[in-house]
Each structure stands twice: as C-alpha cells, then as structure tokens.
C-alpha cells in the first residue's frame, strides 16, 4: 500500500518567483523504516509510493502497522505480524485447500509485499523467509530458515527421495495420497505448511535409509552423490519441525511425520527412538481423536480420510510388530478403534469428492487383509502373555474373573487359513519375481508381507499354551523357514530392517524351546533350525548401516542352548506356598485341557501352508 501522507507537488503559477522547496516531513514512519528505527523520509525517485529507505532496498512500501492512537491489536493479530510464514500455515486448518498465493494474501506480511516488488530477487514468493530476514531485518526462526533454505535448494533430491518412498516403502505403509502429494509438492506446500514439511523430510529420510541400506532394486533411481549422512540430515529437519509442545501439533502432517520417524528409527536401529516416535504419535492421536472417526474434523475430503485411516492402521500394525519382537507394552487396542479400513482403490481413482472404481481387485484388498492378521496378533500376544504370566501372592487374577478365550489355538488358525484361502490368486503368489512395474510389484510386495505376518501369526499362536511340543514347535518352524526362502529376495531386501527384526522375534520363539525337555535329537534339529535362520537374517543384515543385531541376538541364543544342553538336570523346584489369605480362582475347563492340547499327534500339522 502507497503512503496516502506524502502530499502532491504543486508547481508555482506562471510569473511567479517559485521559492525553495520545504522538506516534506512524514506523519509516521512505514512498516520497513519502523522495524529497523531509522528516519523515513520521501523518495527523490518516486515520491508518490516509495520513501527513501524501501526505494533503496527494493521493496514496495507499506503502512500496514496500526496507529499508536488506535486500539491496541489482539494477542492472536499480533503475533500474525512477526511470525513466518510456514509457522502461521501450521496452524491453519485450512492450509491444505490454499495453494501458497492463497497462502500469503491471507497473512499480509512483509513476505508478500517482498515477493510483489519487481526488484526484488527472483519472480516467486519468498517461500524461506531469508528475504525479509536479512533484507528488512525481520526477527525470524534462524533455524527454520535455514532449514527451508536447504529444502529449496534440494528440490531435485528431494523429488528422487519420494519416487523411491512410493517404489519400496509405500506399498507397505501408503500414508501419502500419491497425486495430491505430487500435486503438494509441485505447488512447494511444503515450505508453508510446517505438518506437512515434517511428512516430506521424514518420508526423504526413511527413503535414504532404505537406498542407502540395499533395499533398492535395478528399476528404482536413486541420487548418489549426496552425503553419506543424507538420511540423518532429513531426519532432523523433520524432528526439529515438530513442536516440543505437542498440543499445538495440530494437522495430519505431524501425526505422519511421527509415524515415519518411528519406521526410520527402527532403519538405524535406534528401538529407544522408535518407541519415543511413537509415543509422540500416540500423544498427538489421542488429542485429535484419530482413533474415533466420528470426531474427525466435518471439512476433511474424500482423499483426506482416506489418508487418515491408512495412517491410523499402518502404525497400529507397527505398534503390535513392535510388541511382538521386541517385548514392549502395546499402545493401540482395535477394540477401541472407529475407523473404517481403507477403501480398496487405487489413489488414481480417489479424487476428494468421491471414487471412480475400474471393477479390477486393488493391492489394498491384500493390505486390508495383513491388517488383519495383526489383528489376530494382538489378541494373541495378549493370550501369550496372559499364559505366562508367574503368579501373583499380592493380587488376584482379574484374568479369570473377567477373560474367557473361547476358541482353542487350532481353531484360530484354521479361521485365519479359511480367509487366507478366499484371498485373489497374486496375494498368494510370493514366490513371484519383482517385475520394475509399480502395479505389479505393490501385488508382490502384499504376498510377501501377508507371508511373513502369516508365518509369524502362526509361531505365536503355538506357544500361547504351556507347555508346548519342541517336536511340533520345529514342524512349524521348518515350515515358516521353508516359505521365507521361496519369497523373493528383493521383496525381502525392500521391506529392510522391520522384516529382519521380524525374523528375529519368529527365531525367539523357536528358541523358547528351553521351556520345556529337550533330548538329543530335539536340542540338534532346533539348532539347526536356529543356524539356517541366522544365515537368512546375515543375508539381510549385510547391507544394513548399522546392522540391526537379529542375528547376533538368534547367534546368543544358539550359546544359550549349548550351554542348557551341557548343564546337569535341573533340581525340582520346592513347593510354591501361596499366600492363604489370596484370593483363588479355579482355572478354566480350557485352562485344563491346555497341557494335553498339543500333546496330541498332528495338531499343528495338519496346517500346511501353499
């Protein structure tokens, strides 16, 4: 806005001696003179629309400060003034809809007025806010700067980093719309919406880690001239671009950042990280009620729900990996959860108004049914641990009053395998060979992980009774060895560190076998077992920086068998005493017959997986 206080020059009339000009003095001093306190005077160049000091910068001259005479601005209207742009984004609820032209009209800050100034550097908008920084001497977040410097002028990476998130992590975990991400991304909405700027650098970095650790294949590029810490570097720009308060990390960006980080800390094999990720996932989903649909925002479109449900189920189906392997206490119950599953769509066929269904099956159909599988899991790891929890003298079993597992482990497999089998014929292909074709591959990438989820669904649900048969317990792990080396080795090496750690949990259940006698025969097949494990997850590991240590970890658990196998019978224990004033409960008709269950012949045997 010109300056409506700079008065027009009169010329003197004709015959008239014209006297010297009087210096024009300004009523108050424009938006740019104020913030660096200096003396605003009138332009010699352009008197009518510029002063002095914005001529000499190049910047157009405003006067959008309020009076000092007038009421003094809100709390909320002030601080619109001083923060940058991508801070006011974040806390838009409508900054998704906006494209950035929309964006910076709404926050009438300097930035604006830079960017519309023909001398001002470049054509566009001044997206990092170093231009009203260091040429208007604004007050700014130097490290915000800094890192939307680096992100602009890391575009071309940053577009390499993402096609390989969509070739190997997205068929796994889809947490991007992939033509509105393409779209956000050509629109550089990710240097005005910090949430989604902390998805961007987040999917970057797990993206670098799984290039960088072997998980690509001869069709994916890759940008190898970039530091060797390149997934580091994108990692905390990520972090840093969540809120230390959580309460205002509001928006769908910062809950998938969280989500990614999670699945990146498990890449570097940080378990300490993963867990705090996902703590900060839990904390933010709690607050916006991610898990209950019906208190999701009413403007949200087609697209960005069906983002939200992909996201809510992708980290519970970690969260319960994560409980399985590496013994932690599960942050998500299904039973609680209102969300619908992800429509089985293609993204090409999802537009925010509705969907356009081709009539052809969807990779989804066999994500969906993986979510089920970890489903399963849940409940089953719960029974696991119900089982073989040790006695308690101080309290009573609120577990027997109250939880009743009416179906035996036999049944649930032959339920799981029932719907396993009504499956389309390429989700049970895993055998088959990665082709470079996006659709096709997102087929065998599903088979390959229903296969692993299945295999490890099935080792769980063997060691849920007490006690449990070591020869049966090598049956079936004979059999989930036997399924994992006929997967293709480029699924296996994409889906990276997650899949060795599964591994590794399925090898700690084959070594649990020390529960219970071991003979000679048995205690030289489960070593066997053990070592052609060990030599599938080395074969993994190799390529990791740094490796995740499953092998090293199944490798203790080989010693820890040799040396049982070396140690004198054990002395039986003395008679536990119970405390006589606890409270007892008599077990379950189920309870009784769990120590002859799998005592019989063929129990799990009869369960032969294709």
């Known amino acids: 806005m010109a300056s409506s206080s700079l008065p027009n020059s009169m010329p003197a009339p004709s015959g008239v001696p014209e006297r010297p000009k009087k210096l024009q003095r300004i009523s108050q001093a424009c938006d740019l003179c104020h913030r660096r306190s200096i003396r605003c005077r009138p332009s010699n160049e352009n008197a009518q629309q510029q002063c002095q000091n914005c001529y000499d910068f190049g910047v157009e001259c405003t006067y959008n400060r309020p009076s000092r005479r007038r009421r003094a601005p809100s709390t909320s209207q002030a601080a619109q003034n001083v923060l940058p742009v991508p801070a006011l984004q974040a806390t838009s609820t409508t900054s998704r809809s906006k494209s950035p032209s929309d964006h910076q009209v709404a926050t009438g800050s300097s930035a604006t007025s830079i960017s519309a100034n023909p001398r001002a550097y470049g054509d566009g908008p001044d997206?990092?806010?170093?231009?009203?920084?260091?040429?208007?001497?604004?007050?700014?977040?130097?490290?915000?700067?800094?890192?939307?410097?680096?992100?602009?002028?890391?575009?071309?990476?940053?577009?390499?980093?993402?096609?390989?998130?969509?070739?190997?992590?997205?068929?796994?975990?889809?947490?991007?719309?992939?033509?509105?991400?393409?779209?956000?991304?050509?629109?550089?909405?990710?240097?005005?919406?910090?949430?989604?700027?902390?998805?961007?650098?987040?999917?970057?970095?797990?993206?670098?880690?799984?290039?960088?650790?072997?998980?690509?294949?001869?069709?994916?590029?890759?940008?190898?001239?970039?530091?060797?810490?390149?997934?580091?570097?994108?990692?905390?720009?990520?972090?840093?671009?969540?809120?230390?308060?959580?309460?205002?990390?509001?928006?769908?960006?910062?809950?998938?950042?969280?989500?990614?980080?999670?699945?990146?800390?498990?890449?570097?094999g940080q378990i300490a990280s993963m867990h705090q990720y996902l703590g900060h996932f839990c904390t933010i989903s709690a607050i916006q009620h991610l898990h209950d649909e019906s208190h999701w925002p009413l403007e949200l479109t087609l697209i960005d729900k069906e983002e939200r449900r992909r996201l809510y189920w992708s980290i519970y189906c970690l969260n319960v990996l994560s409980t399985v392997v590496f013994n932690s206490i599960p942050k998500f119950d299904e039973v609680s959860a209102n969300v619908r599953y992800p429509a089985e769509i293609d993204d090409e066929n999802i537009t925010p108004i509705g969907v356009t269904p081709n009539g052809e099956v969807s990779w989804l159909r066999g994500w969906n049914f993986t979510t089920d599988l970890f489903r399963v899991l849940e409940h089953t790891i719960r029974r696991v641990r119900r089982n073989h929890a040790p006695p308690r003298e101080d309290r009573p079993s609120v577990t027997l009053l109250l939880v009743s597992d009416g179906l035996t482990d036999s049944q649930i497999m032959e339920n799981i395998l029932h719907l396993y089998y009504q499956l389309p014929a390429r989700f049970k292909d895993y055998t088959v060979i990665m082709s470079g074709d996006g659709t096709d591959d997102r087929f065998g990438f599903q088979a390959a992980n229903i296969q692993a989820t299945l295999q490890l669904v099935r080792m769980t649900l063997f060691s849920v009774s007490i006690p449990n048969d070591v020869y049966q317990k090598c049956n079936v792990a004979d059999q989930v060895l036997q399924t994992f080396h006929g997967i293709c080795p480029r699924y296996l090496s994409a889906i990276s560190t997650p899949l060795v750690y599964h591994l590794g949990g399925i090898g700690q259940l084959l070594a649990s076998v020390m529960e219970g006698h071991l003979t000679e025969a048995t205690y030289t097949r489960v070593r066997q077992l053990l070592e052609s494990l060990v030599s599938l997850v080395e074969t993994l590991e190799s390529d990791l920086q740094p490796g995740a240590g499953a092998s090293k970890s199944l490798r203790t658990q080989i010693d820890r068998i040799d040396t049982y196998m070396r140690m004198p019978a054990p002395v039986p224990a003395p008679t536990h005493h119970q405390n006589p004033n606890a409270f007892t409960i008599p077990p379950t008709q189920q309870q009784r017959d769990a120590g002859s269950m799998y005592g019989m012949a063929g129990t799990m045997d009869d369960f032969t997986l294709p």
């Open 127 to 268: 997206y990092t806010g170093a231009l009203a920084t260091v040429r208007e001497g604004r007050t700014d977040d130097g490290v915000a700067i800094a890192w939307r410097s680096f992100v602009l002028a890391s575009e071309e990476t940053i577009e390499q980093l993402l096609s390989v998130y969509m070739d190997i992590v997205y068929p796994i975990y889809p947490l991007f719309h992939a033509p509105t991400l393409w779209e956000r991304l050509r629109r550089r909405d990710h240097l005005t919406d910090r949430g989604f700027f902390a998805s961007v650098m987040a999917a970057c970095a797990l993206a670098s880690a799984r290039a960088r650790d072997g998980a690509l294949n001869e069709y994916t590029s890759y940008p190898k001239d970039g530091p060797v810490q390149q997934s580091e570097i994108f990692f905390s720009a990520a972090a840093d671009a969540i809120p230390k308060d959580l309460n205002k990390a509001t928006g769908m960006g910062y809950l998938r950042a969280c989500g990614l980080l999670a699945l990146t800390s498990i890449q570097y």
